[in-house]
């Protein structure tokens, strides 16, 4: 069945099945090497990280996008770093170390932020590679959602475990929600994992945004603040949305590093 065929039922559940199911049936006609699958997981790994306070509270995840003069652009959510002006960043080595989230200029408000990690040299890191081309999503295009989700209970000694989940990219979108989400995939996204990646093989599509199964469902509205269709409200409750690495590197293209005034705040920042 095609996916343009499963997008007219109002079952968005069903249509993950039947496509989860076809996309099975071409991964077992065609599928990667072991080695080739296990260091894209390596490098997906590598470049998503935890944001957490100073006192050890998570905020959520980010990815590592960009190295350059003086530092390294990590690209996260606005609504996981807030209204803070400083966040400490775990790389996947579980080093930590203090960033400063930059000020962009944006004209609409996205879900979306910039964070400088400041460097004495270039750094030779592992940045993410963000691509704007995706293939059809009648082609079934199979994602990865990364992050760490907020665990239950008490916590380990280590911090939040790096999680990945696999799901479909669907096409529901013909234009930005509020706050620029523009991709919609079926992966289980957690608390938590908001600002991961969303990775087709190794390469960022985009970031996590907004989770499935919201607690508070039907209020999606589009750029312009007008409500949407009851039916397209009912099929978005049932995936998660995101950033993609179109706004992502229109962010960072138009993004400044920061002034050695700026990166005072991070003096006296103690992430442990």
């Known amino acids: 069945m095609r996916l343009v065929g499963c997008l007219v039922s109002s079952s968005l559940l069903i249509l993950s099945a039947l496509c989860a199911t076809a996309a099975q049936q071409q991964s077992n006609q065609v599928s990667d090497p072991p080695a080739t699958k296990s260091s894209e997981a390596t490098r997906r790994n590598a470049v998503t990280v935890l944001l957490r306070e100073a006192e050890g509270q998570q905020r959520g995840s980010g990815v590592l996008v960009s190295a350059a003069t003086g530092g390294l652009w990590v690209v996260s959510n606005r609504h996981v770093v807030g209204d803070t002006r400083t966040v400490c960043v775990v790389m996947s080595d579980r080093s930590v170390r203090a960033g400063l989230v ?3 200029r944006q004209r609409q408000k996205l879900d979306l932020a910039l964070i400088w990690l400041p460097s ?3 750094e030779a890191v592992l940045v993410a590679e963000v691509t704007e081309q995706v293939p059809a999503a009648d082609a079934l295009p199979v994602v990865v959602a990364t992050g760490f989700p907020t665990p239950l209970g008490s916590a380990s000694i280590d911090g939040p475990m790096y999680s990945e989940r696999q799901g479909l990219l669907v096409p529901l979108l013909k234009e930005p929600l509020q706050d620029g989400l523009d991709l919609t995939y ?3 996204v957690e ?3 908001s600002g991961g990646g969303v990775f087709l093989g190794s390469d ?5 945004s907004a989770h499935r199964d919201p ?3 039907g209020q999606w ?3 312009k603040g007008q409500p949407l269709t009851e039916l397209l409200n009912e099929k978005l409750d049932l995936v998660s949305l995101g950033i993609s690495g179109k706004q992502i590197n ?3 293209k138009t993004a400044a590093a920061p002034r050695a005034a700026e990166l005072n705040a991070l003096v006296g920042v103690r992430c442990s």
Do not use: E, F
């Open 215 to 217: 607690l508070w469902p």
């Open 191 to 193: 608390k938590g994992m």
């Open 186 to 188: 079926t992966s289980s």
């Open 102 to 104: 930059v000020k962009q």
């Open 120 to 122: 004495a040299q270039r």
């Open 204 to 208: 960022l599509i985009g970031i996590n």
């Open 250 to 252: 229109q962010a960072i």
């Open 221 to 223: 509205r589009n750029a």
